[in-house]
C-alpha cells in the first residue's frame, strides 16, 4: 500500500470537508425553521462524523491532518461564497439551489472516498472496524435528500410563479 498517496488523498476529503461545514452551516443559517434547515443540522452531524472518520484513518496510518490543505479548502469556500452572496444581492432561491448543489459535488467526492476505500483497502488490517459501505449508504442517503432540496429551490429559483410542487 501506498501510505503516504492515501494519507494525501484523505487530507483532500478532509480540506473538502471543511468546506462543505462552511457551506452547510451558512445554507442553514440562511434557512432557519425550514425543512431545509432542520435538514442540514442532521447533515452538519454526519459530516462532523465522517471527518472523524477520516481523521481516524489518518491516525492509524501514522499521519495527521494537513493544516495547510485545511486552509484552502476553508478559503476556496469563502472564494465561492463571494460569487454565490454578491454583497448587494439578498439570499434568494438561486442562491441557495447553487449552495446545494456545491454540497452535492462534495458528497458525491465523498462517496467517491468510501467506494475508493472499499475497493482497494478494507481488508487491510490498518482499516478494520471502518464500514465503508455504511458510510457509502449514509452518503447516498445526503445525496438523495439535498438533491430534493436542491430541485425544490431551483423550481422557486426559474418558475416563481408556479405553484409548490
Known amino acids: 500500500m501506498n501510505e503516504e498517496n492515501l494519507?494525501?488523498?484523505?487530507?483532500?476529503h478532509l480540506a473538502g470537508s471543511t468546506a462543505a461545514v462552511e457551506l452547510a452551516q451558512h445554507a442553514q443559517d440562511s434557512n432557519p425553521d425550514t425543512p431545509l434547515g432542520a435538514y442540514l443540522y442532521t447533515f452538519l452531524e454526519?459530516?462532523?462524523e465522517d471527518r472523524g472518520v477520516?481523521?481516524?484513518?489518518l491516525e492509524r496510518l501514522g499521519g495527521g491532518?494537513?493544516?495547510?490543505?485545511t486552509a484552502v479548502g476553508w478559503f476556496a469556500e469563502k472564494a465561492a461564497r463571494l460569487k454565490l452572496n454578491h454583497p448587494l444581492q439578498s439570499y434568494t432561491a438561486f442562491v441557495r439551489m447553487e449552495e446545494l448543489e456545491g454540497l452535492l459535488l462534495g458528497?458525491?467526492?465523498?462517496?467517491?472516498?468510501?467506494h475508493a476505500l472499499e475497493y482497494t483497502v478494507a481488508s487491510d488490517p490498518h482499516f478494520d472496524g471502518f464500514d465503508f459501505i455504511g458510510l457509502a449508504k449514509r452518503a447516498e442517503g445526503q445525496l438523495s435528500e439535498i438533491e430534493r432540496h436542491r430541485l425544490e429551490a431551483a423550481r422557486?429559483?426559474?418558475?416563481?410563479?408556479?405553484?409548490?410542487?
Do not use: I, M, Q
Request: hydrophobic share 40%; proline share 11%; net charge negative.
Open 107 to 114: 458528497v458525491r467526492g465523498k462517496l467517491a472516498l468510501w
Open 156 to 165: 422557486e429559483a426559474f418558475l416563481p410563479d408556479a405553484p409548490p410542487a
Open 65 to 69: 491532518t494537513n493544516p495547510v490543505k
Open 7 to 12: 494519507k494525501s488523498y484523505l487530507n483532500d
Open 54 to 57: 477520516v481523521k481516524d484513518l
Open 46 to 48: 454526519e459530516v462532523e
